[in-house]
């Protein structure tokens, strides 16, 4: 799949392009019926909501779940990015939203590359978040929200929120966000599930808490250009990974195939037991990370 050069212009101007039935509902069947045994378990990659049982997040799922696996070599989400960003990209995290039906909670305005530079050390904003609706996503539900071209503007000051909710976030002040969204309006993309959102790391975005009694179940993969990989191991790997292999893409059709599996992945094997060190890098890790800088050497700029 190929960006047309009008998409990269109105990429380059609003911060996101939407894809709304890139998936079919087929397509998405198998992740959605995955999602309730993913969140069944207490584990430490699903992070739940501030009442301790309601699932918020989950990461990883890639690594140990057969059609996450598949879903994060997926060729829809992956051929878009590194057309934008010329070189291959690697998998920085991986995660599922619950936003559950009534107790889904609010995640505040910030901006993805603000966490990725201040926590995780990445030089440049050369990453992207890919979105897929795994549930149809409606004004109801809690969508996401974005100003569109608050990206332009880079990096803003952030605070680092410890406490609104269950997960850290750098979130922006409420007058920074009137600023911007006087500027830009506020959007939310709203379609089917197996639509899908690419969009930058700099753009504000946030969501509200979901009151209605409909989940909104959304994968985010991010992908970030090789060459601009993670300096700094200060947050759990399951979080921020450290294996900056290229992602080598499956078929179109990967998802709707039985023959074709996600796992084992070759050259992505990771001990999730090893991604759970949170403060420094397992030894298997500084060498994953001599091999990328050997690989490809990256550039001042
Ligand atoms: C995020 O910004 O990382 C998540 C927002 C959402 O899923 O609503
Ligand atoms: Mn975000």
Redo the contacts with the bound molecule.
Sequence with gaps: MKLTPDQLAQFNRDGYLFFPGMFSREEMQPLLAAVPEIYSEYRPEVIREKDGKTPRTSFAAHTYNEPFAKLGRHPRLVEPVEQLFEEPVYMHQYKINGKQAFDGDV?QW???YGTWMRDDGMPTPKAM?VAVFLDDVTEFNGPLLFIPGSHADGVVAAGHDLGTTSYP?WTLDNDKVRELAEKGGIVAPKGPAGSMIMFSGCLV??SAPNMSPWNRVIV?LTLCAVSNHIRQYKRPAYIAHRNFTPIDRLPDDCLLRDDIKGLPWPGHEVDIAAMREGDGPAKWTADVAREADQRMPVSAA
Excluded: A, R, T
Aim: hydrophobic share 20%.
């Design positions: 995640w910030h901006q993805d978040n976030l975005h946030g985010y």
